[in-house]
């Protein structure tokens, strides 16, 4: 994951089938699934076929993933997610998850004045 601010860093997409669209982009791009463990499940990064290089998720629409949409999105690098989630709302747009602690860092969904959703993501220090 690229981490430098302003920069887009990950996407990925949350869906209740997360086995089946994992199988679906294996067979259409190539990507060779990784699974990331959640606990009781797993989730999956994909992987590029030739270098084996991290390229998107699949996530299961459950726990921490439960409330975010239903498609393909990107992660944008902040050095400060609740700044960020702030300089949001007082510019037009709404926070819609979070800001919330994942993976030793914080993230939140947001929707821009033109309705379109995205993540900040602020990184571990």
């Known amino acids: 994951m690229d981490t430098e601010n302003g920069r887009i860093g990950w996407i990925d997409i949350t869906v209740d089938d997360a086995e089946g669209l ?9 990507w060779k699934p990784d699974n990331v463990d959640m606990g009781d499940y797993a989730d999956f990064s994909m992987l590029t076929p030739d270098s084996g290089t991290p390229a998107a998720g699949i996530c299961h629409a459950r ?21 960020s989630a702030e300089a949001c709302t007082e510019n037009g747009g709404k926070v819609l998850v979070g800001p919330k602690a994942m993976g030793g860092g914080m993230f ?18």
Not at 63 to 83: F, H, K, T
Not at 108 to 125: M, R, T
């Open 63 to 83: 726990g921490s993933n439960a409330e975010l949409p239903r498609q393909w999105l990107i992660y944008i690098n902040v050095a400060d997610a609740v700044a």
């Open 108 to 125: 939140a969904v947001i929707e821009d004045p033109s309705g379109a959703v995205a993540a900040l993501y602020q990184a571990p220090e």
């Open 22 to 30: 994992r199988d679906f982009y294996a067979a259409v791009t190539g």
